[in-house]
């Protein structure tokens, strides 16, 4: 599967903003999928994931009640709905697929994971 992450950009603290990552291949579904965010100077950092089926999610709890993460299997897409904004928000955000929203959750890295998308780019001012 392929991904591609879109829907970053700038926005004032408090703000909101929707992430969207849309996969290529005809096994989205069967995947587990996260977001994970990196900020300069910070290390990569587990955002959420959510399982295939969308009964499981999980989050950060630098993240918990402000983001919701959700998927559209019929639209191969996964979403990240990202409320209350704050400028320690900001980061390139990647979504990535694997299975198994446990391992997600642990905080692998690109390179351990079936598959990484290209960035976008969050800016929280403040």
């Known amino acids: 599967v392929q991904l591609q992450a879109s829907g970053g950009g700038l926005v004032q603290a408090g703000g909101s903003l929707k992430l969207s990552c849309a996969a290529s291949?005809?096994?989205?579904?069967?995947?587990?999928m996260g977001w994970f965010r990196q900020a300069p100077g910070k290390e990569h950092e587990f955002v959420s994931a959510?399982?295939?089926?969308?009964?499981?999610?999980y989050y950060a709890d630098s993240v918990k009640g402000r983001f919701t993460i959700s998927r559209d299997n019929a639209k191969n897409t996964v979403y990240l709905q990202m409320n209350s904004l704050k400028p320690e928000d900001t980061a390139v955000y990647h979504c990535?697929?694997?299975?198994?929203?446990?391992?997600?959750?642990?905080?692998?890295?690109?390179?351990?994971?079936?598959?990484w998308g290209q960035g976008t780019q969050v800016t929280v001012s403040s």
């Open positions: 990535a697929a694997d299975r198994g929203v446990g391992y997600l959750r642990s905080n692998p890295t690109a390179e351990n994971l079936d598959a």
């Open positions: 291949g005809r096994t989205f579904s069967s995947y587990d």
């Open positions: 959510i399982s295939w089926s969308g009964v499981t999610t």
